[in-house]
Structure formats: structure tokens, C-alpha cells
């Protein structure tokens, strides 16, 4: 079993910016794809970035250019950098990570992520 740790959220003003870290343990080896998902009040979760194992990258539109998703395999980490924010990425992010042998994502607690002045 995995479980997944996510850490670095805050508040931080327009245009500053964030390392979200995503800690795993357990059958780390047991995932593949990982990625950023976050929700805002009100509205559904949504897709931010994802990163296969082997580094193959996908990001919402809304975020390109500005946030990069990477993993370290060796450390069991992966991490969204978040530059140029706006009020909009105000959310709870979650990181997901998708095992080989099920269907079913695995999801950590959730970091707090504010954009404000």
C-alpha cells in the first residue's frame, strides 16, 4: 500500500511562488503516473499536471508556462513548481498517484494553496 504526504502550500501574493512536494511511501514501485490535482470552493477537482514514471509531462492549459511538475523516483518525491500566481490558483492541491494493478487513484490529505494580497 502507498501513501501519499503533500507539504509546502502557504500563502504567498500575485505573481510570487510555490514548491508543492508530494512524499511517498510504502509500494512506491507499485505507481506510475502521478499528478497535481486541485479544488477550489465550489467547483469540482480538476487536473494540474501530471508526470508518467518515465517523465512524459501533461499540464492544464491554465497553468502552462507558469508550473512545472517533475518527480525523483529515487527519493519517492514529486514536486509542483509554481511560479507567476494568480488569485485563481487558490485551492486545496492534491497529489494523486495511479497504481499498475488498480483503477483506483491514490490520493494524499491535501495542501492549502492561497494566492492573495
Known amino acids: 500500500q502507498v501513501q501519499l504526504v503533500e507539504s509546502g502550500g502557504g500563502l504567498v501574493q500575485p505573481g510570487g511562488s510555490l514548491r508543492l512536494s508530494c512524499a511517498a511511501s510504502g509500494s512506491v514501485f507499485s505507481i506510475g503516473a502521478m499528478g497535481w490535482y486541485r479544488q477550489a470552493p465550489g467547483n469540482q477537482r480538476e487536473l494540474v499536471a501530471s508526470?508518467?514514471?518515465?517523465?512524459?509531462?501533461n499540464y492544464a492549459d491554465s497553468v502552462k508556462g507558469r508550473f512545472t511538475i517533475s518527480r525523483d523516483n529515487a527519493k519517492n518525491t514529486l514536486y509542483l513548481q509554481m511560479n507567476g500566481l494568480k488569485p485563481e490558483d487558490t485551492a486545496i492541491y492534491y497529489c494523486?498517484?495511479?497504481?499498475?494493478?488498480?483503477?483506483?487513484?491514490?490520493w494524499g490529505q491535501g495542501t492549502q494553496v492561497t494566492v492573495s494580497s
Open positions: 494523486n498517484g495511479q497504481p499498475y494493478s488498480s483503477p483506483n487513484p491514490i
Open positions: 508526470i508518467t514514471r518515465s517523465g512524459r509531462t
